[in-house]
């Protein structure tokens, strides 16, 4: 990031078509567990004596907002989907803003959506991007139901692995 700044290279973008129908309020609030549960998505990086240093921001709160394409023709609908998600993937990361998680909501239809999740290299990869997705729709499907959140609590965050993996 240094090197090359706003660069794309290291972005991760998974986008998902969703069947049925969506409980926003239980999507937004698995969201935002997802921030809570995992430090590093709103970890700041900053530099200190040349190197990059991980300092945890405060919760913040991650508003879904919900982009209406029903009314426009299928193609057009779907190359407007495809362009969004090129931009998902190409859009450069704040490291000084402490939110390594980006989310687009499309409706498509009434019970048919497209959903986009970016994140950066520096706090995922394809493997703890699939945690994310199937955190997502555990916590959504308790949400959704009115259940309380049935994941357990984190013995550990990602920069208690990293240190470990650097000793």
Known sequence: EQLEPGGAVYNICR????SGKLNL????????????RHEV????IR?????????????YELRLSVVDLQAMADVQRESQIRQRIQ???????????GKFLRVELFRI???EHVLILA???????????????????????????DRPSPLHE???????FAIWQRN
Do not use: C, K
């Open 25 to 36: 309020s239980a999507l937004e609030s698995s969201l935002n567990e997802i921030v809570r």
């Open 47 to 59: 530099v200190s004596d040349g190197q990059p240093v991980q300092v945890i921001a405060p919760l």
């Open 87 to 97: 931009q998902a993937a190409e859009a450069p990361f704040d490291f000084a803003s």
């Open 15 to 18: 986008a998902s078509r969703l």
């Open 154 to 160: 984190l013995s550990l965050q990602y920069a208690d």
């Open 119 to 145: 994140t950066h290299h520096i706090v995922s990869d394809a493997w703890s991007m699939g945690i994310l997705t199937r955190e997502l729709w555990a916590l959504y499907e308790a949400y959704a139901a």
């Open 109 to 111: 239809a009434e019970d």
């Open 41 to 44: 998505l709103r970890s700041v």
